[in-house]
């Protein structure tokens, strides 16, 4: 009973991970072709907001994920397992230097408060409204989109079918 339910709110948590990271999702699509610098930093503003609640179901996914795994002790034999965890590191290495690292560099040059490499830094003189043009061209919605979602129906299907 206990692994039903460690593996429920494992199931939750994905849900709801991709319930707050759709709207940075939403957001690399609108913003690559977005020509108001207000409304950029509005769409910013909006993504930054679903952060809260997509490290907190992030952190539930590994959580419960490897409760579910310590439940049942023999999985940690196989390699299914291990190629799942391995995939979302680099899921989260790929977001940070795809999705992050971008998506800082815009709020620098819109004059917004931004990150780098997780470190806060304060908003700094706007640059203009080129140059930002310019930054929100490389983002790069679709390869996001196959990272994220490519990488968790990999995890997925390892789950599932668990092939080796």
Do not use: C
């Amino acid at each position: 009973m206990l692994y039903q339910l460690v593996v429920f709110l494992y199931v939750v948590a994905v849900l709801g991970y991709l319930l707050a990271h759709g709207v940075s999702a939403s957001v690399s699509y609108a913003i690559k072709n977005e020509r108001d610098v207000n409304r950029i930093r509005a769409l910013l503003d909006i993504s930054e907001k679903s952060y809260p609640s997509m490290f907190l179901t992030l952190l539930a996914i590994l959580v419960f994920g490897l409760a579910a795994a310590f439940l049942n002790m023999t999985w940690w034999r196989f390699g299914w397992i291990w190629v799942s965890l391995i995939v979302l590191v680099a899921i989260v290495v790929q977001m940070a230097v795809y999705g992050a690292a971008v998506f800082g560099e815009i709020r620098k040059a819109t004059g917004i408060p931004y990150r780098v490499k997780g470190k806060p830094f304060p908003a700094e003189p706007a640059r203009s409204d080129e140059e930002v043009f310019v930054v929100t061209a490389k983002v790069n919605p679709t390869l996001l989109l196959i990272v994220g979602y490519g990488g968790f129906a990999v995890i997925a299907w390892l789950m599932i079918v668990k092939p080796f």
